[in-house]
């Protein structure tokens, strides 16, 4: 019964777009402080390549490697995000978009530690992985009625899933705290942020230091999900798909990019014939929507109108329906 | 004394904003700054703001030179100020503006504001309920909700002194909190000032409605082509032949005027 209901392709669809959200929400802190960053795939193949590396050459167990990718894409962050402090909208844009490039060109270039543009191949398999290690202890899926298969892209849906959604409810929790009106007032203006006794270097950074480690961690995710990277993942194309996640779905709220993701990753899979037009269709979406709604589909009125509409979140005041943030 | 300025100049390139400028502010008063337009009264509160750093100078706050420092630690010290043109968060609550004025003095961090904390909830609660004292007290008590950028504009002005009043400044800087504003919204600014002063907090004012200045100030200095040309009470400052001429102009320019 529930075994046929599992094909692992919808399953793999479904743990790609998981992927891609926590992708969107990296670009989203960033952007929640005002800085357009488009270093986030370069961030992600930081991730990837080192809990890659670690796992393939040292035998390390995954949950290492991605903490470790995950570790040291922050430490990126950080070195990238103090220098770049004094830049802002489209100069800042321009230095990141360089910095993914260089990350690219060494992972093309360093063909002893990297395998050039060939890739790495044979990357320990986060469902596989598990999977043996629960055989381990006698666990067989069949107890479950499922193949090997349905179990191994069942479990890393259902990690995906928990994982995204703790990231979610992280960043909104910050959202609603002392450093997440730091990091709105530093967007609505910086001076007066500035004035009004903010330290505006150290939330900049950290806002910088938390989109690498979100992306690195996606990254390391990534890997271990598709057992084979290559430069290519992390290339140009990704940081804009990246960033119209963030232009379609919007970047005032988090469910913004959310949304991007999911529907962006969807699409193509959904309407196959348009999947070979993906990047038209993208540069589209960026010029239709700068033009028609800039803020992206979901902002916070659109938020509001679904709260308004479900009986039980139903707002105490008239006024508040004009809250934001 | 809470704030000394010794011989504060500023230069732009070539320009001179200010030269040589000294006052020192005491305890508990309203001191005032005037001036004809581009006299360098905004660039004196980016130097006390260390918005921007004096070319020459010394400015002394409680003995401690705060020159350079980096301005979100002078509000750290004591000293607030509100802008010339309004400088709210647009997209923000009143009430999240105001407690936006307290980050200074509180200290919730990222992980203690993720696993909200029992220290972390209760910061939040003191902030919640101090922004909604703050907008009680500066007669915003009905807005606490209300998105900052739909508000009057006399209403924004009293908000940026609530917003400035969160840091608990002991020094207030108001940047012609007056302008524009109707004689009723500036009537309810004077005794808004007063109360403020009550508090015992010290007030820098840069004002262009000379009633309000006249009846609101202990003291005055006043600058022109950045220099201080005067220095005393009211009552002084309005008979002082100096000061007129800055402000109407001398006999001889109106003769070819």
Redo the contacts between chains.
């Keep these: 019964m529930l075994a046929e209901l599992i094909n692992p392709y919808y399953l793999q669809v479904a743990s790609f777009i998981l992927i891609n959200i926590i992708l969107g929400v990296s670009i989203y802190i960033t952007l929640s402080t005002g800085q357009l960053s488009l270093a986030n795939a370069g961030f992600m193949g930081i991730g990837a390549y080192t809990s890659a590396l670690l796992t393939l050459n040292f035998d390390l167990p995954i949950i290492v490697g991605i903490l470790a990718g995950t570790l040291l894409a922050g430490v990126f962050g950080i070195l990238i995000g103090i220098p770049t402090l004094r830049l802002q909208g489209v100069y800042l844009a321009i230095v990141t978009l360089g910095f993914g490039e260089v990350i690219r060109v060494i992972f093309v270039n360093w063909e002893s530690m990297t395998k050039g543009a060939v890739g790495l191949s044979g990357i320990p398999h986060m469902g596989r992985e598990l999977l043996n290690t629960l055989k381990d202890f006698g666990f067989d899926p069949k107890i479950l009625g499922l193949q090997n298969n349905q179990f191994v892209f069942l479990a890393i849906f259902l990690i995906l899933l928990g994982v995204t959604i703790s990231i979610i409810a ?1 960043f909104r ?2 959202n ?7 990091f ?2 530093i967007k ?2 910086e ?10 270097t150290y939330y900049k950074v ?1 806002a910088f230091a938390q989109g690498a480690l979100v992306a690195g961690f996606a990254g390391a995710l990534f890997a271990h999900v598709l057992a084979y990277i290559s430069p290519a993942d992390f290339a140009y194309h990704r940081a804009v798909e990246i960033l119209i996640f963030a232009v379609f779905g919007g970047s005032e709220v988090i469910w913004g990019p959310v949304f991007g993701a999911l529907f962006l990753t969807v699409m193509p899979e959904v309407l196959r014939f348009i999947s070979e037009y993906r990047y038209m269709i993208y540069g589209l979406i960026i010029i239709i929507m700068m033009a028609v709604r800039p803020q992206g589909l979901i902002d ?1 009125n659109i938020l509001n109108w679904v709260k308004l509409k479900t009986p039980k979140r139903r707002q105490k ?1 008239g ?2 329906s ?4 | 004394m809470v704030l000394q300025v010794k011989k504060a100049s500023k230069n732009f390139g070539g320009l001179s904003a200010l030269s040589d400028v000294s006052f020192s502010i005491n305890q508990g008063e309203i001191f005032g700054l005037i001036g004809p337009n581009g006299a360098g009264k905004t660039t004196m509160f980016n130097l006390i ?1 260390s ?1 921007f750093t004096p070319s020459s100078g010394e400015i002394i706050f409680n003995e401690d030179n705060i020159n350079g420092l ?3 630690l002078i ?2 010290k004591g000293i ?2 509100t ?1 010339q043109n309004i ?7 009143a009430e ?1 503006n105001v ?3 307290e ?8 992980f203690s ?2 696993f ?1 904390t029992k220290s ?1 909830r209760q ?2 609660e003191r ?1 919640r309920s101090k922004a909604n004292e703050l907008l009680e007290f500066v007669g915003l008590g009905g807005f606490a ?3 900052s950028d ?1 508000l009057a504009y006399g209403q924004q002005r009293r908000l940026e002194i609530a ?2 009043l969160a ?1 608990s400044p002991q020094l207030l800087l108001l940047d012609e909190p007056a302008a524009g504003m109707n004689e009723t919204e500036t009537s309810e600014l004077f005794h808004l000032i007063k109360k403020i002063q009550e508090q015992g907090i010290t007030v820098l004012l840069i004002e262009h409605d000379m009633p309000l200045v006249m009846k609101l100030c202990d003291r005055i200095a006043v600058l022109n082509f950045g220099k201080k040309i005067a220095e005393g009470t009211p009552a002084e400052i309005q008979n002082n032949p100096d000061v007129i001429e800055a402000y109407l102009g001398s006999e001889e320019e109106d003769m070819y005027a």
């Design positions: 992280f929790r910050q609603r705290s002392r450093v997440g009106r730091a709105a007032a609505l203006d001076k007066a942020a500035e004035s009004m006794g903010i330290n505006i950290l916070v005041h006024t508040s004009q809250k934001s943030i | 703001t918005m980096k301005p979100h509000t750290k607030c100020r802008f400088r709210l968060f647009p997209q923000m609550t999240e407690m936006v004025g980050h200074c003095r509180s200290k919730s961090g990222v504001s993720v909200r972390q910061e939040e902030i909700e209300t998105v739909s917003r400035a840091s």
